[in-house]
């Protein structure tokens, strides 16, 4: 006959808590149903005592919903909010029965692990993008307008104040309008704190006076709430909240990363919707009301769309303040407004961005291993899908976004390094450039360039506009900030006509190109010419020298031959066989030639080395030209490199 099986102790099991100190184990090896030993009464009391007094029941419960004056300390974790774009809503990722493609803020939400390799919980919030609720009216009415903004803001705000507690870390996250909402959130923390249990009743008073504040004509309904004669929202305003336990202060925020936050003040303005009443002409009520990073901002990090041309889509940078301790980046990649914030069916430059991002938040959170790789993937299978050769790194899709009604708002190019402030009350553009922006140019745009990537629409090669007057040098700079393992750094230099007045300060004339990070690289390595071009960096004259490179010629190949100098490697820059195009090789190029523009069209043929092998090409080209001058869609038949040789 069979022993019955031995009780499992629940301390073992996890389904109890240990015993307090003194419980003795029971024979079965159970503390949890074992009762304490009693002692013998004393006579001068009216019941036994145990040896191990309970403690009171008041101190083991946790306290009523409601009537906390401050937060519980408890284990440490991670709130990350992310807010998406117009239109866009990962929880309903199909559109007329066919796939959304995900915007770079649904992804990097995914990419988050659940807990980091310490343990720590790291919690996602997810926010659809305007636009994405109720029927097809209001969702194009929201599209076009903002309108959800203000909910969303307080969605956002509720979470983190409802779930916050000291010691815990925020990320806020945006791409378009939800960058908006990102940014808007960060500066609202960073203003009022986040709402005790008791102060949160009050939100809804606290939040209008908050976004009234620069409004002088501006009078409260409720005079007396959240304290009696409160007055307008200034310091001395939150200073009482925080005196009333309605408030936490300097709570700090760990990132805010956008992707390509757009409009003056952080919503695009569009003429002729406000002409039809369809876009309020009050929209400062949702716009920024300063450009600044608030001091509790610990990181902010943004990437931005170098080819979008449309003119409500004005960027909208950041500035920091020279007292301010924030690690501000913000970078320049190739593509439009959804190529870099994610969204179009070839997610390449969207993939590249995404990396960027992820890169950047590595030393705080914990991202699931091997996912970028999968994206990339995910998108090679998209090219086989739709018949084309996989692109290489930095080569993907650039679609025009100057089309439809759009096209009625105009198009303007972008100014890297040379943004101005906006008037908080107006929203038009004031003359004092913005100071400490901090901006970068990342490889990818060197890349596509150089190689002569594909333009807009696959038309031609790749000629962004916003650099026509922008060249780029390879300097030595030794083990300072950004070179590589060679000293090596690639720096961009504005040679265009400049605006600044004498004395005047701000704007960036010179921009360095952004260090490629071991996470970048998984990708970028995938396409090994590119690889080659893009890491292979040798300045002409060694230790101190420089080598100014151009962009190609019209017909695509390079400015000027010529041997290299001793000891360069006759690959260059490019380490792809040849010197990279547009690169002066033999060295400094000229003084003729630092001053146009970096196109080979508007380089002064004097400039440029005379010999048969160049005059043969000139008459090439203009062989070219007077043959394709009757051709309306030449542009669209000529073919640039820009595929994988194994594919």
Known sequence: MSRPPAARSSVASGLAPPPPPGYPASAHGSTYFAPPPVSVAPTNLSRPQS????????????????????????PKKRLIVTCDGTWLDADNGLVNGQKQPPSNVSRIGWAIKDTSRDGIPQIVNYQAGVGTMGGPTARVVGGATGLGLKENMRMSYTYLAVNWR?????????FSRGAFTARSLGGMVGALGLLTRSGLPYFNEIFEDWEHRAD????????DVPFPEKGRFDDR??????????????VPIKAICCWDTVGALGIPRVPWL??????????????????????????????????????????????????????????????????????????????????????????????????????WEENRAFYKQTRQKTRWWSFGEILESVKGLY????????????????????????????????????????????LQGPGVEDRGTYDPPALRDWTFDVEYVGQGPGANKD?????????????????????????????????????????????????????????????????????????????????????GAGGMGQPPPG?????????????????????????????????????????????ESGDPDRHRRRRSRRYDDDE
């Open 583 to 627: 690169s002066f090789v033999g060295g400094p190029p000229p003084p003729s030639a630092l001053h146009g523009r970096r196109s080979g069209r508007s380089l002064n043929a004097d400039a440029l080395p005379d010999s048969d092998d160049s005059r043969e090409r000139d008459r090439e080209r203009r062989h070219r030209r007077r043959r």
């Open 274 to 375: 406000e002409s039809l009443r369809l876009q309020a002409r009050g929209m400062h009520a949702y716009e920024f009301y300063d450009t600044t990073l608030h001091p509790c901002i610990e990181n902010a990090f943004q990437a931005l769309a170098l080819d979008e041309r449309r003119a409500p889509f004005t960027p909208a940078l950041w500035e920091k303040r020279d007292n301010h301790r924030t690690n501000l980046v913000q970078c320049w990649f190739p593509g439009v407004h959804s190529n870099v914030g994610g969204g179009y069916s070839d997610q390449q430059l969207a993939d590249i961005t995404l990396a960027w991002m992820i890169s950047k938040l590595e030393p705080f959170l914990d991202f699931r291993p091997n996912y970028l790789i999968g994206l």
């Open 407 to 450: 096209a009625l708002t105009g198009s303007k190019t972008r100014t890297p390094g040379n943004y101005f402030r906006s008037d908080p009350a107006t929203g038009r553009t004031t003359n004092k450039r913005l100071r400490g922006t901090n901006e970068f140019i990342h490889a990818s745009v060197r890349a596509r360039l150089g």
């Open 166 to 174: 000291a010691g815990d870390e925020i990320f806020l996250m945006g």
């Open 487 to 571: 000293g090596m750094i690639v720096m961009w230099n504005n040679h265009g006509q400049s605006s600044r007045r004498r004395g005047e300060k701000g704007g960036q004339e010179r921009i360095p190109e952004e260090k490629l990070s071991e996470t970048e690289l998984v990708l970028l390595q995938q396409s090994p010419r590119v690889y080659d071009y893009v890491m292979q960096l040798r300045p002409s004259g060694g230790p101190g020298g420089k080598r100014r490179s151009r962009r190609h010629g019209q017909n695509g190949v390079p400015n000027g031959p010529g041997p290299p100098p001793p000891g360069m490697s006759p690959y």
């Open 51 to 74: 040896r191990h007094e309970p403690p009171p029941l008041a101190s083991t419960m946790g306290p009523m919903p409601g009537t906390l004056e401050r937060p519980i300390h408890g």
């Open 237 to 250: 305003y939150v200073q009482e909240l925080g005196r009333r336990g309605l408030t936490t202060l300097n």
């Open 216 to 223: 002088d004509r501006y009078v409260s309904q409720f005079p």
